[in-house]
């Protein structure tokens, strides 16, 4: 094989499952060319043996409490059936002459990432992986028909008439008027302006949109270290953000087996999957930034398209002439895979193979359907950094990247900043627009001041929730230990709720349909003392409950905060029975 021609699929028994392209011969066969391979190292290849040892529970199940497992069927293709979360309510109580009145509260419901392992009627297993949902819709496609280029011929896919009904939910039911059809999903993804990352090869994947136009959404990011984690830890933490609400998450593991890792969170996630496949090739070179090349890099690419990776964060955006931009700044530059395409540039005096060769990476793309997240290499990483000439001159590259993707029937969005003070939110916002011409901006926070390791979670949300409501699509979620360490799964909880506050706060400011619905139920609740209630209608429901718990009698009408003589709801109710 040629260095330029070298692609590598590794056996996965635990799943039977043979990528595209492969031709019935087990990794062992291959062992004597790849050891010759300058970009497969050999330790790699000896690895491969150890996933078949993992010890993790392989029978994962989601509950929710008061809760069920319901399905929408779809108008345009009847078959489908697109799961959400519907939560029942116990009825509302009132003292008539007397005598208790019972009146029965609609269930309220909610929007599900947690895929089949919330449904008790479909048995799960880490080692055969999930069911295939899309497998049947992929298949009568033909080559290159990606959800773009049939959005542009006017065809509605069975994914774009999924999302719609599942960013509507029950909406028709209660009378509320939307203007999310799966036709207003086609013309979206057709303008650019929405994305359905749905890589042919991740079947498993309930398919969601990501746009302006539509529900804000959160990326989770897990992934092992050179020192932290493995396998088994980042599959539990990736089934763990699907319970909590990820929207979509990313593997950006830079340790140990990074390949298997991606197998195994790819055939057990209901969610899209990215990667910075840049990670990838950069250890395949031994962490030498100088020694990559585009060769190693569409390697890289290939391999992970075929295992199903639905979006790649690639640090296009970066010019040569724009490096020296960030030598000035308080914290120079803070993206890893920015950082890594700007020593390579600096050090051999040429324009990033991830620019030049862009159209190329397009070609790869289309092939599979894998959409393009444009990386902020030059986003800032503190707030005195923020709105820089750096930042901006690489924001208006990914405008004219982001058309020659279109063109070429690729999905693509944008990643933004870091660390942004409020004031500064708006331009960026305004700034991407118009630059980027309407395309999805994908922003991680922004942190909004520099003050408070161990809250940055905190510090995010504020920024997040800000620009979610100017136009942000996705929000990449901060946990607490953002800058100081990597996230354990209790992290994964906290920031994954965290955002979900962040963008279902920008969605009530956006006037989605719908979004007031669980507030509405919830704060019914909460003044009739419903306690069961409001837990369950909580992002959180066990955290609720456990403190409630600590210092509260179960059901009573009133809470350790105020106590019962303070209770303003208490008083509020008292003044029914009171005459003018």
């Known amino acids: 094989l040629g260095a330029g021609e070298l692609r590598l699929w590794p056996q996965v028994p635990p799943h039977g499952r043979r990528p595209a392209g492969w031709h019935g011969k087990c990794l062992d066969s291959f062992t004597s060319l790849l050891l010759d391979s300058p970009y497969i190292p050999t330790q790699r290849i000896l690895k491969f043996t150890t996933v078949n040892n993992l010890i993790m529970d392989n029978n994962i199940k989601i509950t929710y409490p008061s809760s069920e497992k319901v399905y929408m069927s779809g108008k345009l293709y009847p078959d489908l059936r697109v799961g959400m979360r519907r939560v029942r309510l116990t009825p509302t109580v009132d003292i008539v002459d007397g005598k208790k009145v019972m009146t029965e509260n609609a269930p309220v419901y909610v929007y599900d990432t947690s895929g089949p392992y919330s449904d008790p009627d479909v048995e799960t297993d880490l080692k055969r992986g999930l ?47 939307t203007h999310i059809t799966p036709e207003f999903v086609r013309q979206e993804v057709a303008a650019g302006r929405a994305v359905i990352p749905a890589n042919i090869n991740h079947p498993e994947s309930e398919p969601m949109v990501i746009g302006t136009n539509f529900l804000v959404k959160i990326n989770t990011n897990i992934g092992n270290s050179a020192t932290t984690s493995g396998i088994d830890e980042e599959v539990e933490k990736a089934v763990w953000s699907c319970k909590w609400g990820g929207d979509t998450l990313m593997d950006l593991s830079t340790g140990d087996n990074i390949h298997e890792t991606r197998e195994w969170i790819l055939r057990n996630c209901p969610v899209p999957v990215g990667t910075v496949p840049m990670y990838q090739a950069f250890e395949k070179v031994g962490g030498r930034a100088e020694d990559l090349s585009w060769e190693v890099f569409r390697d890289t690419l290939i391999e992970q398209c075929e295992q199903g990776v639905d979006y790649f964060t690639i640090h296009c955006g970066i010019r040569l002439k724009n490096v020296p931009l960030s ?33 190329d990476i397009c070609d790869i793309c289309r092939k599979y359907d894998v959409a393009i997240s444009l990386g902020d290499g030059l986003r800032p990483g503190s707030i005195h950094d923020a709105n820089d000439a750096a930042q901006f001159a690489e924001l208006d590259t990914m405008g004219e990247l982001v058309e020659r993707a279109w063109a070429k029937d690729v999905q693509a969005f ?7 003070p409020m004031q500064k939110i708006k331009a960026n916002m305004e700034r991407q627009i118009e630059k980027c011409h309407g395309a999805p901006f994908y922003t991680l926070g922004p942190l909004v001041t520099d003050i408070a390791p161990g809250y940055d979670h905190i510090t995010s949300a504020i920024g997040a929730s800000m620009i979610g409501w100017y136009g942000t699509a996705m929000l990449c979620y901060v946990t607490p230990k953002e800058h100081l360490a990597l996230p354990d799964k209790d992290d994964v909880r906290t920031g994954v709720v965290t955002y979900k506050i962040a963008a279902h706060a920008a969605d009530l400011a956006k006037g989605h349909p719908g979004a007031t619905i669980r507030d509405n139920a919830l704060s019914k609740a909460r003044y009739e003392f419903r306690w069961k209630d409001q837990f369950n209608l909580a992002l959180d429901p066990e955290r609720a409950l456990e403190y409630y718990k600590t210092s509260n009698e179960v059901e009573g009408r009133f809470c350790t905060m105020c106590g019962p003589n303070f209770c303003a709801a208490r008083i509020s109710h008292s003044l029914k029975d009171c005459d003018l």
């Not at 899309?134 to 999924?162: C, D, N």
């Not at 700044?329 to 060769?357: A, D, N, P």
């Not at 944008?414 to 942004?420: D, F, L, N, S, T």
Request: proline content about 5%; charged content about 25%; some cysteine.
């Open 131 to 177: 069911p295939k949902l899309r497998a049947p819709w992929i298949a009568k496609r033909q080559p290159g028909e990606t959800q773009m280029a049939l959005a542009k011929r006017g065809v509605i896919t069975e994914e774009m008439e999924y999302v719609a009904i599942r960013e509507n939910m029950n909406c028709a039911e209660l009378g509320i008027e």
């Open 327 to 359: 030598q000035g700044r308080l914290t120079g530059m803070v993206s890893r895979g920015g950082s890594i395409i700007s020593k390579w540039c600096m050090v051999h005096k040429q324009e990033s193979f991830l620019y030049s060769h862009f159209d």
């Open 414 to 420: 944008i990643e933004g900043p870091g660390h942004v």
